[in-house]
C-alpha cells in the first residue's frame, strides 16, 4: 500500500467513527427459518377454529423470536466491531504519530550533516591528527550508525504495521456495514411477524380473546403434563450451586415485567435477555442470545438438570427459559406476556445448558 494511501484511509477512517454513535441497524449470521413462510395476509380469524387461530398466532411469535434472537447475535457483533474499529484507530494515530517523530530525527540529522559539510561530527574527527580524538571518532561513527540503522528498522517497521492496522480497520468496518444490513433485515422480519400475530388477535372479539388465552393455558398445561408423565423428572432433586441460587434470585425477581423484544432489563427482557442478565448478576457472563447459550454453553441431560440450568425450546433453539426447580421455569415468554414461571414442559425441549459447569 502507497504509504499516503495509508494515511489518507487512517484519516478517513478515524473521521468515520463519528458514525458509529448514530443508532445502528445491524444483525448477526442468519437463523435458519425453520417454519414454512407466512401469507402476507393472514386467513380470517371467522374461517378458522379459535386452535387453528392459536397455533398460527404461536407460529408467529415464534418465528419473531428466531428473528429477535438473530437481532441480537449482531447487535452484539456489531458492538464488538465498533470496539475493534476505535481501538485500530488509536494504534494508527499512534503509528502516524510514531513515523512522524522518526522523520523529523532522521530530517534533523541530515540537517545537520548539511551543516557540516556533508560529514557527521565523528566523520570529522577521524580525519583529525590526534590519535585521541580519532579514536574518539571511531567509536562516534559506529554508534551513529547503529542509531541510523535502529531507527530505518523502526521507521520501516512502525510503517508496515500502520498498513496493517489500516487494513485491518477496513476489514472491521466492511463487516459492520453488513451486520447493519442483517440488523435492518431482522428488525423488518420481528416487526412483521409480531404485527401479524396482533392483527390476528385484534380481529377476535373479547370473549374469543379469553378463550384464545385459555386454549394457550391448555396447550402448556398438557405439553407439561405429558412430559412430567414420560418421567423425565424422576431423581431429579439436585440442589443449584451458589451462582446458580443467584442467578435463580435475579431472574425470579423479574416476574411480572413486560417482555420485549431486543431488551435486557432493568425493567423489560426477552427471554435470552432474561436469562443472560441473570447469569450476569451472578458474575458468569454468558452469549446473549438463546441460540449462542445452546452453542456455547457445556450441554447438560435433561436428567441432571439444576436450578440455575438453562433450558433451551424449540429446534432452532429460539426460545430459553431458566429452570428454578420442581419441574419449573422462568422465562420471558413472547410480546404481550409479562415474565413469568412456567412448567419445563410446557414447549418442545431441544436441551439444557450449564453456565457455571
Known amino acids: 500500500m502507497n504509504r499516503r494511501h495509508c494515511a489518507s484511509a487512517a484519516i478517513t477512517l478515524v473521521c468515520a467513527l463519528a458514525l458509529l454513535t448514530a443508532p445502528v441497524q445491524a ?42 434472537d438473530a437481532y441480537n447475535l449482531a447487535e452484539e457483533q456489531t458492538k464488538k466491531q465498533s470496539g475493534e474499529i476505535v481501538q485500530l484507530a488509536g494504534a494508527i494515530a499512534e503509528g502516524q504519530a510514531r513515523i512522524a517523530e522518526l522523520k523529523g ?50 521507521l520501516a517497521q512502525a510503517q508496515e504495521d500502520l498498513e496493517t492496522y489500516t487494513k485491518d480497520a477496513g476489514l472491521n468496518w466492511a463487516k459492520l456495514e453488513s451486520n447493519r444490513v442483517k440488523q435492518a433485515e431482522a428488525r423488518k422480519t420481528v416487526k412483521a411477524q409480531i404485527a401479524a400475530a396482533k392483527k390476528l388477535e385484534a380481529q377476535l372479539e373479547k370473549k374469543e380473546r379469553a378463550r384464545l388465552l385459555e386454549l394457550e393455558q391448555d396447550a402448556a398445561s398438557t405439553a407439561q403434563n405429558a412430559w412430567l408423565s414420560s418421567g423425565a423428572l ?87 427459559g431458566m429452570y428454578v426447580g420442581d419441574g419449573m421455569i422462568v422465562h420471558a415468554p413472547r410480546p404481550g406476556r409479562n415474565v413469568t414461571l412456567a412448567g419445563a414442559g410446557s414447549m418442545e425441549i431441544l436441551g439444557v445448558v450449564r453456565p457455571d459447569k
Open 105 to 154: 530525527r532522521a530530517g534533523a540529522e541530515a540537517r545537520e550533516q548539511y551543516r557540516n559539510g556533508g560529514l557527521p561530527p565523528g566523520a570529522q574527527l577521524v580525519l583529525s591528527g590526534d590519535p585521541n580524538l580519532f579514536l574518539d571518532g571511531v567509536n562516534q561513527v559506529r554508534q551513529g550508525q547503529q542509531a541510523t540503522k535502529g531507527m530505518l528498522t523502526e
Open 234 to 320: 424422576l431423581d431429579i432433586n439436585r440442589e443449584a450451586s451458589a451462582s446458580g441460587r443467584q442467578a435463580v434470585t435475579f431472574a425470579t425477581a423479574q416476574i411480572g415485567k413486560p417482555y420485549v423484544w431486543g431488551a435486557e432489563g432493568p425493567g423489560s427482557y426477552d427471554c435470552s435477555g432474561l436469562t443472560s442478565q441473570a447469569w450476569a448478576a451472578a458474575k458468569r457472563p454468558i452469549p446473549r442470545t438463546s441460540q449462542e447459550q445452546w452453542r456455547q454453553l457445556p450441554h447438560i441431560p435433561v436428567q441432571d438438570m439444576r436450578p440455575g440450568d438453562l433450558i433451551i425450546y424449540h429446534g432452532d433453539a429460539s426460545h430459553v
Open 27 to 68: 444483525m448477526a449470521a442468519p437463523v435458519p427459518e425453520p417454519f414454512p413462510t407466512a401469507s402476507a395476509a393472514p386467513s380470517a380469524p371467522g374461517k378458522k377454529s379459535l386452535e387453528e387461530v392459536r397455533e398460527e398466532i404461536d407460529l408467529l411469535y415464534r418465528r419473531a423470536g428466531a428473528a429477535t
